[in-house]
């Protein structure tokens, strides 16, 4: 049996920034085409639920039952692809006119965020993310005069996720993240051309199932 030993070479992890980030709409529950977010500045994640229940017999704790996790988040961004506007409730009236308060679509969403280490450097790897289920909340904006320090306005949208099910896994899911320093490089590379699309095929998000044959195929 080997002794523990802590901050080796190579072994000082850490997560960093986000970038490619994709849109994806949803039709009958495919997520089949994908659009570039420009401008994303952040993804919050902010899984919440899977309370504990306690309860007792003999004057004691008996047990605890924990109940169903659900994930959701926060985008902040510059500006979004049209595309959300659907996801926003907005509705075109005419080119270049929207109007707001519709139904909000679903859509689906993936990401990368960077992995560091300390001899690589925040080159080490990255994390792939991909969500499915999200729908957005009405979010405030606020506008400001310029001013001698003049910034950029960012936007904000809370999400929340309804899972989908698997054949592989208890429960459904509705968050899946890749590391690209662990997982089969030349298998990542195909999912990753499924998702951000080629000369030949439109971006799409793979459903859970189609994820794990796709990493998993021999």
């Known amino acids: 049996m080997a002794k523990l030993t802590w ?5 000082r992890l850490y997560t960093l920034g986000v ?24 993804v919050t994640e902010s899984p919440s639920g899977a309370d504990e229940q306690k309860f007792y017999a003999d004057n004691m ?6 109940g169903t996790e659900d994930f959701g988040g926060t985008i902040e961004c510059y500006y979004y692809p049209d595309e959300f ?28 965020n960077k ?21 957005s909340s009405p979010s405030e904006k606020q506008h ?6 003049p910034e950029a306005e960012t936007m904000s949208f809370e999400f929340a996720c309804i899972p989908v099910k698997t054949s592989f896994s208890e429960k459904p ?5 890749i590391n690209s320093t662990t997982a089969d490089k030349s298998k990542l590379s195909t999912l990753e051309g499924i998702l951000y699309g080629s000369e030949n095929a439109e971006a799409r998000l793979p459903l859970p199932d189609e994820v794990k044959t796709t990493l998993a195929a021999a």
Not at 115 to 135: F, K, P, S
């Open 7 to 11: 901050d080796g070479a190579g072994e």
């Open 19 to 42: 970038e490619k980030g994709v849109l994806y709409r949803v039709t009958n529950g495919v997520y089949n085409q994908g659009y570039a977010w420009n401008g994303l500045t952040s």
């Open 61 to 66: 704790q008996y047990g605890s039952i924990r």
């Open 85 to 112: 506007g659907e996801c926003n409730g907005e509705i075109e009236i005419a080119t270049g006119v929207r109007g707001n308060q519709q139904t909000r679509k679903p859509f689906g969403l993936s990401y990368v």
């Open 115 to 135: 992995i560091g280490n300390d001899t690589d450097g925040m080159d080490h790897g990255y994390e792939l993310h991909l969500i499915y289920g999200a729908t």
């Open 144 to 149: 400001q005069t310029i001013n001698d320090s």
């Open 173 to 177: 899911m509705s968050h899946i993240v």
